[in-house]
């Protein structure tokens, strides 16, 4: 690895890729880097044997070499995490896609698209932590960061043509300055359960232990938790909880190898069915507060601006302004663009190319009454 880095002395871009096992395992980890230079170098590095990236870490937060990564957050944050890595330079080619309107921004349709290459996906969902890794997963590997400097320079050359480079560096540059994955449990997860805010408070009693039951058998065997036990199972099992092995065999969707977890399963719906009535969970309040009339103007006039100028530049309106910027933006009533600038996550791209025109909206706001 160390002759390989050195070997990328004088490049000014190395496109990058990484693979994880969040499928196959309950704690995730990188099982894979790949590497491909502008020069024609390309390179696996296996991270199962290779725990110290220090050798590759000072090429990553080097400024002046450019890295081509394609939906970065995911390579950026879990690589941080298992490394320490840090990241500058970044070029997000997925955001590239977003910033140029293009209809399909995944790295097949753009491959295809602006370069005329066909990529397989045939390993998307591999397990990357088994070894010896096949030739096929090798390649699939190496054919995703062999084509993205050319796919870099390609999308570069419209952006600039456009005037929105700067507004993808910005932006990826926002990428690269994430913080690391984190690994915690968190015990109010069952919560965000899709489905749990129908359940009464004993129901999420019962599916909070049996989340909890979940995660532990997650965490013995390092299976995902969705492989233990889907959601949908978990809820039906809430809502209408069984008492005896032959009702829980009824259950749809409960997996044969784990009705020899029966009495495990019976002992933690016991569990919440016997918490006492003043210690039942209650569901945290979604409730958004109530925003007064004259941010609401506002909120409704920003909205048609940027209804407005996503037609006019064939953009879609999050890329424009998200919403939560736009609340922030309406909540915050800038009269300038030195306040304007102090919205938090609005970028300095935003304040240069709409800052005037997000300013008069803001000025005509005072016009408008919702009805």
């Known amino acids: 690895m160390e002759r390989f880095v050195t070997s990328l002395d004088g490049c000014r871009a190395i496109a990058l890729d990484s693979e994880s096992d969040s499928l196959y395992h309950h704690v995730e980890k990188v099982c894979l880097v790949q590497l491909a230079a502008e020069r024609g170098q390309a390179a696996l590095i296996d991270t199962l044997a290779f725990k110290d990236l220090a050798v590759l870490g000072a090429l990553l937060a080097d400024p002046g070499v450019l890295k081509v990564l394609h939906g970065a957050d995911y390579d950026v944050t879990t690589m941080k995490r298992d ?3 840090r990241f500058a330079g970044l070029f997000d080619t997925m955001i590239a896609a977003r910033f140029l309107g293009l209809p399909a921004v995944g790295l097949q349709a753009l491959a295809r698209a602006e ?3 066909e990529l397989s996906k045939a390993s998307q969902k591999d397990d990357w932590s088994r070894r010896p890794l096949t030739r096929k997963q090798e390649e699939y590997a190496l054919s995703d960061v062999r084509h993205l400097i050319a796919l870099q320079r390609r ?3 419209q952006l600039l043509h456009k005037g929105r480079l700067d507004w993808v560096m910005e932006e990826s540059e926002a990428v690269a300055d994430l913080e690391p994955a984190r690994r915690r449990r968190d015990p109010d997860a069952y919560q965000s359960i899709k489905g749990a805010r129908r359940l009464s408070r004993r129901g999420l009693a019962v599916l909070r232990e049996l989340h909890a039951w979940r995660e532990r058998q997650a965490e013995i065997t390092d299976r995902p938790s969705f ?3 889907g959601n949908e199972t978990l809820l039906a099992l809430a809502e209408n909880p069984p008492r005896s092995r032959e009702e829980l065999g009824r259950i749809r969707g409960l997996p044969p190898r784990i009705r020899a977890e029966g009495k495990a399963i019976l002992s933690a719906l016991g569990r919440g069915l016997e918490v006492p009535d003043r210690h039942l969970p209650n569901l945290a309040s ?6 007064p009339e004259a941010a609401r103007v506002r909120i409704e006039t920003l909205r048609r601006w940027r209804a407005a100028e996503a037609t006019r530049l064939a953009l879609d309106p999050s890329v424009v302004l998200p919403q939560r910027l736009l609340e922030r933006v309406a909540e915050a009533a800038p009269r300038d663009e030195a306040a304007l600038a102090e919205v938090e996550g ?3 791209w935003r ?8 300013l008069t909206a803001m000025a005509a706001a005072g016009e408008y009454h919702i009805q």
């Not at 979604?286 to 925003?291: G, H, K, L, M």
């Not at 240069?352 to 997000?358: C, E, H, I, N, V």
Request: glycine content about 10%; proline content about 7%.
């Open 286 to 291: 979604t409730r958004r507060p109530v925003v």
């Open 115 to 117: 370069l005329g290459i």
């Open 351 to 358: 304040v240069r190319s709409f800052g005037p025109a997000l």
């Open 83 to 85: 490394f320490g890595v």
């Open 346 to 348: 609005l970028r300095r």
């Open 227 to 229: 492989k233990i036990l």
């Open 155 to 157: 999308l570069a050359e």
